[in-house]
């Protein structure tokens, strides 16, 4: 009997060490298959981020293209600039300002002209579908700082964090479609400039050729005789898109303008057409 026993507890004792075997095996085994999943997952992974990548190029590629294509469709559609024919840059400071502005927007639309709207970055983000329409309609946007400190008394630093922080509410405003109208000129506030101002902005400087003067008057008529008395081909005219009595002085101006045979242009517009390349850290006055 204890040859028998012997024999069961050897028999016994090998299938335990068979079955500890076959249990490990089995653990490195799921072990195994759980790393080589959890491999293969990051290789599959990685395969989607360059596969979705490779998609969002594409994409972002044929997006690109539609858009230039709408520019280029816009623009077209916009009266032509006559190089040889007398124009006027109507420049409008310290908005955007909702109604006024719109108005001023209706009345130059209305009469085939465009215009400069100097705006400052703190008002700007508010008026994102006012921003957009002038890009869209052949306007142009400049920077006024962002809340109109005269930039004669700020340091280098804080003259570049003025502009700087314009451009980036415009951009807020402007969104991806309308970017390309981010502002590449400067008016600086109250026209304030010395040599540290001049090399700190880093765009060019727009200043004007006709004070109207509409935000000290506040008067309609006054207004138009400032403008209708003095404008010559290549004036820079100055006015502030915040007051009724401005917006109500263009509906007089504007219509007058164009019936005297001047385009009216943007800023850009006008400085291209009279063959006068615009340079950062200059001052313009007048283009002629
Ligand atoms: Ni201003």
């Not at 108005?103 to 579908?129: A, C, D, H």
Request: net charge negative; proline share 3%.
């Amino acid at each position: 009997m204890k040859g028998i026993k012997a024999r069961w507890g050897t028999a016994v004792g090998i299938f335990l060490m068979i079955g500890m075997l076959f249990t490990q095996t089995v653990d490195i085994a799921v072990a195994d298959s759980a790393r080589y999943i959890e491999f293969a997952a990051a290789d599959s992974v990685e395969d989607a981020d360059e596969a979705a990548a490779a998609m969002g190029n594409v994409i972002a590629a044929r997006q690109k293209a539609k858009e230039d294509a709408e520019k280029a469709e816009r623009q077209e559609k916009l009266p032509q600039v006559d190089a040889a024919k007398p124009m006027i840059a109507l420049t409008f400071d310290d908005g955007p300002s909702g109604a006024v502005t719109e108005r001023i927007l209706n009345i130059l639309e209305e009469n085939g002209g465009r215009g400069t709207f100097f705006v400052v970055g703190y008002r700007v983000g508010s008026y994102p579908s006012l921003v957009q329409r002038m890009i869209e309609n052949g306007h142009q946007l400049g920077n006024h700082s962002y809340d109109h400190k005269d930039f004669t008394k700020l340091s280098v630093k804080n003259v570049q964090a003025q502009v700087a922080d314009t451009q980036h509410a415009a951009l807020g405003a402007l969104g991806d479609e309308y970017a390309y109208g981010l502002p590449a000129v400067v008016r600086l506030p109250y026209g304030a400039a010395n040599s540290t101002v001049k090399a700190a902005v880093g765009m060019p400087m727009i200043q004007w050729s006709v004070d109207t003067r509409d935000w000290q008057t506040r008067n309609a008529a006054k207004t138009v005789t400032s403008v209708l008395s003095s404008a010559r081909d290549g004036d820079i005219i100055l006015m502030h898109d915040l007051y009724p009595q401005t917006a109500a002085a263009c509906e007089e101006i504007i219509p007058k303008l164009r019936e005297r045979g001047f385009q009216l242009v943007t800023v850009d517009e006008l400085f291209a057409a009279k063959g006068i390349e615009l340079k950062p850290g200059v001052m313009y006055f007048k283009a002629r």
